[in-house]
């Protein structure tokens, strides 16, 4: 599975972004899926997790309330949407595909997307 994050850029504070994470590969509908994020000077966190079929989610608690998670087997995609964006938003946002289940532990994700950045500032 080749993952592919798109969708950062520069935002107010207070605004809204749309990620995605397209997959190539029909097998997509079989992972979990997370975003991951990393800010400058500091470790890569867990954001947001979903199940294969979507039915399930989780969200990191500095999230709750602001970002949802979706997903689009058909599609092979992945979407993030982010609402009330917030300056410590901004970090390179990573999509990872796990052939079990979604979680924190990033050493258990099988397949890595590039990373798409997102800035938060006025």
């Known amino acids: 599975v080749q993952l592919q994050a798109c969708g950062g850029g520069l935002v107010q504070p207070g605004g809204s972004l749309r990620l995605s994470c397209a997959a190539s590969g029909r097998t997509f509908g079989t992972y979990a899926m997370a975003w991951f994020r990393q800010a400058q000077g500091k470790e890569r966190e867990f954001v947001a997790g979903?199940?294969?079929?979507?039915?399930?989610?989780e969200y990191a608690d500095f999230v709750k309330g602001r970002f949802t998670l979706s997903r689009e087997n058909r599609k092979n995609t992945m979407n993030l949407r982010m609402n009330s964006l917030k300056p410590e938003d901004t970090a390179i946002y990573y999509c990872?595909?796990?052939?079990?289940?979604?979680?924190?532990?990033?050493?258990?994700?099988?397949?890595w997307g590039q990373g798409t950045l997102v800035t938060v500032s006025s």
């Open positions: 990872a595909a796990d052939s079990v289940e979604y979680g924190p532990r990033q050493d258990e994700y099988d397949y």
């Open positions: 979903i199940s294969w079929s979507g039915a399930t989610t």
